[in-house]
């Protein structure tokens, strides 16, 4: 998102209305109760038949699309420590720090995908904001409301209240071709809605942008020019149908140069569609470590070396993974007909799947091709966490020598208590945890199947700086 020096006032009108969606969106998640999909307008249809003739304008094209995209301004509040003398501090040391509050205030896009005001755009783009405001193609302006993010994809979806707006169609990504002519619409540095042109560089793109938090990666790569401030715009295709949501550039200026990364409309429907029914997004879970099948490893394996695909090299115990009856040394070839070959195309692709489904495994078994049908579980967001903000490994003998560990004491290492976990009080890094209701634990599995022998509270024996202690938690 790029700085803007100002934002412009909005009717009074909107912002009624605005604190209305917004109550709504307080209301649903306080009752739980799941709304209904928006009416969204699809078309799957390949872009073309391979044929195109000369063409001497996209103005028809764009157009149309142009009254869909929006221009996303936030508002965040930011409260600052002022340093103070350390000589006064010397003398007034029980006064409270002093604290100045400021505006820093952010641009983004957005894409209207349904007629009565729900908008997609990124998460990164509202993420923090105390005020979110809405400028349409028309210059109408609107406080809007947010539904849902998923900082995993990059995601979020919020809304204004209003109606008989002008839509996007969607396309179906999954037909994107490399060199099919696309569309970046959105509003670059704050100049007002711009339109660049290029083509589908690449396809399937993972970056590392999500990588510190564990996210999901499956990029449209576009040489059309990104700037910050399209961020949430539309990528769209030569027939003005959406196929991804602008996200991001790699530059080691921060302006384009011609790297440019969006969203596949198929993954942020299906993101969205989540976030308005339910308010979160539930992740499919397999429960296996993997690595890409090399020509070495396809050989040792009886395998033809130029066989595709990933070998699970270890299953977490009761995993959907397990319970399906899948081993180390299998072959996953593809998932519900969708060929893998890396761990990211397996994990998007059963993420992509919502607890329950039933995802069918192509797999190749002593060297014989096999389906296998898999009944997956729900990812947790984070695979480390055993409490609610309490994240944990297994100890290590590097963790004994830096904590100075009685070399008896075996368990989990607490790594990190969150700042808002319930669990704050009573529990500390670098504890471990030896035992829980009187079982000893040495993994996170472990850990999971010892609190389901009580229902609400926990028995811990915990080691901390030398003496052993037991807490009494409440899950």
Known sequence: MNSRSFLRPILFAALVSAIAVDADAREQKKSGAPKEKPALQVDSTPISDGRA???????????????????????????????????????????????????????GSGVIVSADGYIITNNHVVEGADELKVSLSDEREYVAAVIGTDPKTDIAVIKIQADKLPVVTLADSDKLRVGDVVFAVGNPLGVGQTVTMGIVSAKGRSVGILGDIGGYEDYIQTDAAINMGNSGGALVDARGRLVGVNS??????????????????????????????????????????????????AEQLGLARETRGVVISDIIPGSAAEKAGLKRTDVVLAVNEHPVSTLEELRLLIAQMTPGTVARLKVV???????????????????????SGVTVKPLTPEDRRRLNIDPRVNGL?????????????????????????????????AAKEALLLQPSRALLAIYLRGSVRFVVVAK
């Open 53 to 107: 003739g000369v063409v001497m304008s996209y103005a028809d094209v764009v157009e149309p699309v142009q009254k869909t995209v929006v221009s996303i301004y936030s508002t965040k509040k930011i409260k600052e420590r002022i340093r103070t003398n350390p000589l006064f501090r010397q003398f007034f040391p029980h006064l409270p720090p002093e604290e100045r509050e400021s505006i820093q205030e952010g641009l």
């Open 413 to 445: 290492l607490i790594t990190d208590v969150a700042e808002d976990s319930p669990f704050r009080n009573q529990l500390l890094a670098n504890a471990v945890i030896m035992e829980i209701n009187r079982m000893a634990v040495s993994d996170l599995a």
């Open 248 to 297: 991001a550039i790699l530059s080691p200026s921060r302006g384009n140069i011609g790297i440019g990364f969006a969203i596949p409309v198929n993954l942020a429907a299906s993101i969205m569609n989540s976030l308005i029914e339910t308010g979160t997004v539930a992740r499919g879970y397999l429960g296996v470590s993997t690595e890409s099948v090399t020509p070495d490893i």
């Open 365 to 387: 078994r002593d060297g014989r091709e096999r389906m296998m049908n898999v009944t997956l579980d729900k990812a947790a967001d984070k695979p480390d966490e055993l409490f």
